[in-house]
């Protein structure tokens, strides 16, 4: 019976680096046609430096299609899929460029990222795969920046900082999205959706405020928003049972009280950097432990 469990673990263990091993495969594939391009654009033509990128990009869609429609060759189909998924971009960009489209850059980064959006969209429609969930809100992802990037440079609106607003909306919206597949339990993008959500949230509002960089004039309002967000990634880890949010929030927490203790230099003078780096040392070991204890008890 022991020598049975321990056949079925194993089996387990290697079917799960099974995907690992594909998908690879399928970046190296990718990289090596990219590295083909790469070194012989000048000797290709417009046609095969097109066929290369958007003929390879569709050939690996079809050719993911095939293997899955044996449902025990879908993780084979689906480092073809991720090939595809690669390449399709750099060919629509190839072909743009080989064909001449009439259009400024930012126009095309935005049709570019809505088509593969779109198609991608399709694709999961059909065939409800956790991937093909993963490529959409890739593309959609890269779509909302460079439409509101668009939109923003050619209004009359001047909006500074655009970048880091940006990042902070799509972390917001892989927190809801990530917690609606919690909910769901149908696709385990959860803890990722948490892990770039909680980055992306707490790196832009630091930025926005100045606080890397200890800047006497920075944004006070978003040193204070991102007290807040830290309190509140904090108090969420719990009820949503994620240690992104408890991980991040103590990584950015020591920055922030290194940034707050920072300024006792200007008010003790010559005593402040040693009391600093003391009071430095007794948050590091509060934090530390106290995340210990959070992870013990809720995870």
Known sequence: MKNKKVEKKSALSSSSFLPLFNYLGGTFIFLGLLFFLVLNWYSLNPFLKI???????????????????????????????????????????????????????????????????????????????????????????????????????????????????????????????????????????????????????????YFLGETFFFNKIASLSWRIITGFLLLAFFLLAIPLKSKSFLYWGAIFLLFYLTDLSARLTDILGHYGWPLLLILMGFFFMFISSFVVHIHKKYF
């Open 51 to 205: 066929a290369c990128t958007l003929g390879s990009g569709i050939a690996a869609y079809l050719i993911g299609v095939l293997f899955f429609l044996n449902p025990k060759q879908e993780a084979l189909g689906s480092a073809f899929f991720q090939i595809a998924a690669l390449m399709l971009p750099v060919g629509l960009y190839v072909s743009v460029d080989r064909l001449g489209w009439p259009f400024p850059i930012e126009e095309v980064n935005v049709y570019i990222m809505a088509l593969c959006f779109c198609f991608f969209l399709l694709t999961f429609l059909f065939y409800q795969r956790t991937l093909f969930l993963l490529f959409i809100l890739i593309y959609g992802s890269l779509f909302f920046v460079s439409l509101t990037n668009l939109i923003f440079q050619h209004s009359s609106l001047s909006f500074t900082h655009l970048t880091n607003y940006e990042f902070i909306s799509l972390g917001i919206s892989y927190i809801l999205l990530g917690r609606y597949l919690d909910l769901d339990k149908k696709f385990p993008l959860s803890g990722p959706l948490y892990f770039f959500g909680v980055l992306f949230i707490l790196a832009s509002s």
